[in-house]
């Protein structure tokens, strides 16, 4: 079993910047892709940003430019650097690990962004 721990979610005026982080704990064994998602009331979950565990990152055209997937394999750790943030990244954000043998989810972390 797998336990993710998010942090790092609040409130920011626009512009503002947010570090998000999600680590993981328990029976790992390994870990390959670790990805943010975030999921508005009502609406699919969508993907925001996903990291091999090579490294090589790929992210949703919206956030293009002004986020930042990183991660640090002795830690098992996740991070979002989140830039240049707007009114429309409001939503709560969400961690995903893909361990050897399963994925897990975060609990959430949710992001406000107003002035």
């Known amino acids: 079993q797998v336990q993710l721990v998010e942090s790092g979610g609040g409130l920011v005026q626009p512009g503002g910047s947010l570090r998000l982080s999600c680590a993981a704990s328990g029976s790992i064994v390994s870990i390959n892709d670790m990805a943010w998602y975030r999921q508005a009331p009502g609406k699919e979950r969508e993907l925001v940003a996903v990291?091999?565990?090579?490294?090589?990152?790929n992210y949703a055209d919206s956030v293009k430019g002004r986020f930042t997937i990183s991660r640090d394999n002795a830690k098992n750790t996740v991070y979002l650097q989140m830039n240049s943030l707007k009114s429309e990244d409001t939503t709560v954000y969400y961690c995903?690990?893909?361990?050897?043998?399963?994925?897990?989810w975060g609990k959430g972390t949710l992001v406000t962004v107003s002035s």
């Open positions: 990291i091999t565990s090579g490294g090589r990152a």
């Open positions: 995903n690990v893909d361990e050897f043998r399963r994925n897990y």
